[in-house]
């Protein structure tokens, strides 16, 4: 248990639906990130928030839709995906600023089946 | 751009054996670095970590190295067990994002 949570763990979805991914921490971290896994690829950096603003956006196509209402929480919102976005979500959280860079911590992340 | 890379995609090793794995970086800004271990169906979990100030941490059978001059960073961990097989990421953590790796696989042999 590393302290991030992220729910559905598995979520089979189709081509049409729209779906959210959630993200909870409660280690008093003041950034909080989604990456994607494929099948034998890096990790992908999507987004990142840090204090509870958007500061990267990697690229990452318009059909996923990231929200922070609040540092504690992360959503990753989903609305007609495409099979090759069927992967491991994965949502981490650190502590962030000028005078000091901890580790991230992540969640066991969301199975995602696109079908 | 910045980018993180591994020289290795799988290493095997013999159970007992010391394993090392190496990373290289490109961003000479990053000021800590990071190893995460992943094993299958988890998330990555954090291993150990190094600030630009040292050139050696040593945690429970583990050490990482950082030689900043040619920007690569290495784990090694002791005496392999089986439970170390996983795959193995380097990370970067310069300013507000972590910048991983291609990752490592690490298979232990009995």
């Known amino acids: 248990e590393t302290g991030v949570t992220q729910t559905p763990r598995h979520l089979v979805m189709g081509m049409t639906n729209k779906k959210s991914l959630k993200c909870e921490q409660h280690?008093?971290?003041?950034?909080m990130y989604w990456y994607k896994q494929s099948a034998k690829k890096p990790l992908e950096l999507m987004f990142v928030?840090?204090?509870?603003?958007?500061?990267e956006n990697n690229s990452v196509p318009s059909r996923f839709s990231p929200e922070c209402p609040n540092s504690s929480h992360l959503f990753l919102h989903l609305h007609t995906l495409q099979p090759e976005d069927s992967a491991l979500y994965l949502c981490?959280?650190?502590?962030?600023?000028?005078?000091?860079?901890?580790?991230?911590?992540f969640g066991q992340g969301t199975r995602l089946t696109v079908v | 751009g910045e980018s993180v890379g591994l020289h290795l995609p799988t290493l095997s090793v013999q159970e007992g054996d010391n394993s090392i794995i190496n990373c290289a970086y490109s961003?000479?800004?990053?000021?800590?670095f990071i190893w995460y271990k992943q094993e299958s169906g988890k998330g990555p979990q954090f291993i150990i970590d190094?600030?630009?100030?040292?050139d050696k941490r040593q945690g429970q059978r583990v050490t990482v190295l950082l030689n900043k001059t040619v920007k690569h960073l290495s784990l090694q961990i002791a005496a392999t067990q089986p439970g170390d097989s996983a795959v193995y990421f380097c990370?970067?953590?310069?300013?507000?994002?972590?910048?991983f790796g291609a990752g490592t696989i690490l298979r232990v042999k009995s």
């Open positions: 981490a959280s650190s502590s962030v600023g000028s005078w000091m860079n901890t580790e991230a911590f």
């Open positions: 280690l008093g971290h003041n950034a």
């Open positions: 928030y840090s204090l509870e603003e958007r500061v």
């Open positions: 961003n000479s800004a990053s000021d800590y």
């Open positions: 190094i600030r630009s100030n040292m």
């Open positions: 990370a970067e953590n310069g300013g507000n994002k972590l910048v």
